[in-house]
């Protein structure tokens, strides 16, 4: 039996994304998105509010990084989301996490997560129904013992968080039960 | 060490959903689809071509239902990726799955997967860097097995597929190991 349960913005899994930028001064500010998805080959849209302070940082300095939080800074990463920046002027400092500036945009790349996209901002998105960043990802960046063969990351070394908006969990990932292209293919001979 | 691994659609987690519409026939298209994220508490945005068969369905009929496939569906799923509708006109009977029209919105659930966000087509969204189909959720439908206490769903038991774009694998979601606005509140006294 299926039951109705009314209005709510029930897609799972959920990434769970650090967003980082320098503000003008060259301060960092850091929170935690769960609703940010990769919207061609080459760009990744945030759905942020434009209030935060992370996101003024990117209007400000037009570059941002996307850090995937895993499970080993769970707790870094839940604070980023707990924290607001515009009344915690050293909310980046207080996480404990450290950053570099990228060699390729004007951001910050927190040393701590395993894996940064580089993003030069590309456009600001406002319609009624949606207020997105889209940045243009420039360069991944990740630690070399989450890389394999061919240069590919291995997702079951980047060990990365899953958010649950269901229950606002955070879930670790399992192992791997299939390929793509290759799972359904017997389904093509009809 | 961290390495330089150029431009690639690094995010991870993604979410394994089947997007399902009608035509004006009343046939049913449906397409599997990884780029999709909620844009706000009652809306999806899908990134997805305007060419597939799926699309022009839900222009035509100004709905669609995004499916969350779970492994135990692994194999339709994968195949709801693989064949086009714009070549293969009974894809959906192919799959092997079976339908019921929303009792909210024309557009079909697909009874073998748990969980359905029944949407109203909002709009399309088509800039340099975007193209998106938006929907505003009007109702979410499960299983009652994967749902708990207070009506929530319980992510243990929808068994979520997870797509990795890094080397195009399916992964099934782990333990539970926090809960957000929790694990990082220690942070919050400095």
């Known amino acids: 039996m299926r039951k109705n349960l009314g209005v709510q913005p029930a897609l799972f899994p959920m990434p769970v994304v650090i967003v980082a930028a320098y503000g003008a001064d060259g301060s960092i500010c850091a929170m935690n998105a769960a609703w940010a998805q990769i919207c061609a080959m080459d760009k ?19 570059a941002f990084t996307v850090n995937i ?9 839940d604070f980023f989301g707990i924290a607001t920046g515009n009344k915690m ?16 945009v004007n951001a910050p790349v927190i040393t701590e997560f395993p894996v940064a996209l580089e993003c030069e901002f590309a456009e600001e998105i406002e319609t009624k129904h949606m207020h997105a960043i889209v ?10 013992r989450v890389i394999g063969d061919k240069n590919k990351i291995l997702p079951e070394e980047v060990n990365a968080l899953i958010f649950d ?13 299939g390929q793509a292209w290759n799972a359904g293919k017997d389904l093509m001979k009809g």
Chains 1, 2 share one sequence.
């Open 135 to 144: 940045g243009r990802i420039v360069n991944v960046s990740a630690e070399e």
């Open 69 to 77: 939080a895993d499970v080993s800074n769970m707790a870094p990463a």
């Open 89 to 104: 002027p050293d909310k980046f400092e207080r996480s404990g996490c450290h950053a570099v500036k990228s060699a390729f």
């Open 44 to 62: 990744i849209a945030l759905f942020i509010d434009a209030d935060h302070k992370t996101t003024k940082n990117i209007m400000e300095t037009r």
């Open 165 to 177: 908006q269901y229950r606002s969990g955070y879930f670790a990932v399992g192992e791997k039960v």
